[in-house]
């Protein structure tokens, strides 16, 4: 049975840990409403670009290009885009289970260090490894997008794919393949987070746009930069994911803590209280013997 001393350094200890669970509670929920801010901040530029390649589609007719040649050969590429730290409940194994269902001939193409590591440990193709900050840049997103759209021109692959966490709530975060080349015909491009209404449908509208030298050789020239702000997208809803998943595990972490404070303290009291009652019934027995 642990003495009293036991017990108070051990609650001693949990309030510690209490202590740093509720600072990254913190910090986590901090980065989370900057990363959510930085995602919804995107819908402008989105809206903007709506509007330019739907002129674009409408104006450019038959138009093909290398990057939506749709090919019947199997061999795949997928990016994975995970934390670089733990601490963030499921979030990364739920995002690494997904990407074990892949065939073994799979080109991995890694952004963050959980998916590396996983890609080494699993002895995966591991085609490249790339890192993104804590706040994600648009340099970042590119140099990914851009190392894929190598992959597929060069014909190493015939698709690729992108696996990441989709942001629905703070409460809620699910792992999501999208299709990333061959690119189909466009349709919509996303703006701010998951959960929330984040893509809108190309339409013409009212303004006319004139382009030159045509619409092809425009069109030809925002398909890589339509490709580069989807990686982006993806990039601010990855980090607007992990922080969020980070903050729930780190306050049920703290709120664990906080409860098991209470039960030693309450044990650490039912042991005072019977060393207390003890010592009086020797003290009691001592004086009736002397008496």
Known sequence: ????????????????????????????????????????????????????????????????????EVRTGKKRALIVISSDKGLAGA???????????SEKDTVFITAGRKASQFAARTKRNLAAEFTYKDVPQFAEARAISKFAQELFLKGDVDQVDILFTDFIS??????????????????????????????EALSTGATEFQFEPDAGSVFSSLLPHYLNFRVFQILLEAKASEHSARMVAM?????????????????????????????????????????
């Open 1 to 68: 049975m642990p003495s009293t001393r036991d017990i108070r350094r051990r609650i001693k200890s949990v309030k510690s840990t209490a202590q740093i669970t509720k600072a990254m509670q913190m910090v986590a929920a901090s980065k989370m409403r900057k990363a959510q801010q930085a995602a919804l901040s995107g819908r402008p530029y989105a809206t903007l670009m709506n509007n330019v390649l739907a002129q674009v589609t409408a104006y450019a007719g038959d138009f093909s290009h290398p990057l939506m």
């Open 251 to 291: 306050k049920n972490a703290t709120d664990n803590a906080k409860q098991l404070i209470k039960d030693l303290t309450l044990e650490y009291n039912k042991l005072r209280q019977a060393n207390i009652t003890k010592e009086l019934l020797e003290i009691t027995s001592a004086a009736m013997a002397m008496s």
């Open 91 to 101: 979030l990364n194994s739920n995002l690494l289970r997904e990407a074990a269902k």
């Open 170 to 199: 703070t409460l809620s975060q699910r792992p999501e393949i999208r299709s990333f080349l061959p690119v189909g015909k466009v349709t919509s491009v996303s703006a701010g987070i998951g959960g929330q209404h984040t893509s």
